[in-house]
């Protein structure tokens, strides 16, 4: 099993930035891949960004050249770099992690972002 523990978030202006982490612990050995998703208020939770099975990065269109994704399968370590933040990217924001080993996703408790006008 993987058990997942974010960090990160919190209250910032427009246009500002915020850095989340997730540490993963558990059977990390088998994560194939890791990355974040998020869940505004009414809506359905949706993909931001992972780290692939090869390794590639994945972004959803609306983050693209403002989220930067980074991390260490190996480790069990993801981050999100969230510049020029804006108030659509309002959510709980919640790692993620597919395991191979299990075939299962795992999901972490999820830490919120407000972004105000």
């Known amino acids: 099993q993987v058990q997942l523990v974010e960090s990160g978030g919190g209250l910032v202006q427009a246009g500002g930035s915020l850095r989340l982490s997730c540490a993963a612990s558990?059977?990390?050995?088998?994560?194939?891949?890791i990355g974040w998703y998020r869940q505004a208020p009414g809506k359905e939770r949706e993909l931001v960004a992972r780290?692939?099975?090869?390794?590639?990065?994945e972004y959803a269109d609306s983050v693209k050249g403002r989220f930067t994704i980074s991390g260490d399968k190996g480790k069990g370590t993801v981050y999100l770099q969230m510049n020029s933040l804006k108030s659509e990217d309002t959510a709980v924001y919640y790692c993620?992690?597919?395991?191979?080993?299990?075939?299962?996703?795992?999901w972490g408790e999820g830490t919120p972002v407000t972004v105000s006008s």
């Open positions: 558990g059977s990390i050995a088998g994560i194939h891949t």
């Open positions: 993620n992690v597919f395991s191979w080993r299990y075939g299962m996703n795992y």
């Open positions: 780290i692939t099975g090869s390794d590639s990065t």
